[in-house]
């Protein structure tokens, strides 16, 4: 059993730990826990760590650390990070306690389609673990192979709802760039375009026709010039 919690402990957990011990302990200081929290609140010098977990308790302390609460009684142990990072499953939490948590770093073949699933370099592959390496020549496999209708379905989904993101975030980079004529919107919406199709590491998104992109960035040019004109 020890050997089974011992990944899931290795992770560092955060914590006011030095902040406490370089400002809040003293002959004159306030021991009590609102005492020691108001102090870390005033240090104008927080590590990410004591930030993450002043965050946490703020943010936790309404529901999951309150008389109750899934946490409370950890709490009272001096076990409150613990039992929101480790042993409360994030779906259980509420929503503002969930979002506070510590990000958990991705590795490996979650880190490398955090985006979308694509293909690999082999400088990526050889990162890989062998269980991501099966996954990922399994893929490799299924997407070699004859599609589905449920996957040709699925691929469809996906490709408009990039058409779409694509096509708004076009148009809010053309009012941002405050564009003086509709020539300089065009060029602001294909500037905007070409940074969309580098990121794609997936090779979903697709370049739009000339038409499309110009009926874009008129839309948008349009939009700015009435939205400057009501100000």
Not at 27 to 55: F, H, Q, R, W
Not at 191 to 203: F, N, P, Q, V
Request: with cysteine; charged share 30%.
């Amino acid at each position: 059993m020890l050997l089974l919690l011992l990944p899931l402990y290795s992770r560092a957990l955060p914590s006011c730990e030095s902040e406490t011990e370089a400002n809040c302990l003293g002959d004159d200081a306030d021991m009590s826990p609102e005492g020691i929290n108001a102090c870390l609140t005033a240090v104008s010098e927080k590590s990410a760590d004591c930030t993450t977990y002043l965050a946490m308790m703020d943010a936790c302390g309404p529901v999951e650390l309150s008389d109750g609460g899934v946490c409370h009684a950890a709490k009272m142990d001096g076990e409150a990070v613990p039992c929101l990072v480790q042993r409360v499953k994030p779906e259980e939490l509420s929503e503002a306690c969930a979002a506070a948590l510590p990000k958990s770093e991705l590795k490996g073949l979650a880190k490398f389609w955090a985006d979308g699933k694509r293909q690999l370099n082999i400088n990526e592959i050889a990162d890989l673990n062998k269980d991501d390496k099966d996954t990922y020549n399994r893929w490799q496999k299924r997407k070699k192979g004859k599609k589905t209708d449920k996957d040709k379905e699925r691929d469809y989904a996906v490709k408009a709802a990039k058409k779409e993101r694509a096509e708004q975030l076009i148009k809010e980079a053309v009012k941002a760039a405050k564009p003086a004529s509709s020539e300089a919107a065009l060029e602001a919406a294909q500037a905007a375009e070409k940074t969309l199709l580098a990121e794609d590491m997936t090779g979903t998104l697709k370049p739009l026709t000339k038409p499309q992109l110009h009926g874009l960035a008129t839309e948008a040019y349009k939009t700015y010039r009435k939205e400057k004109a009501e100000l």
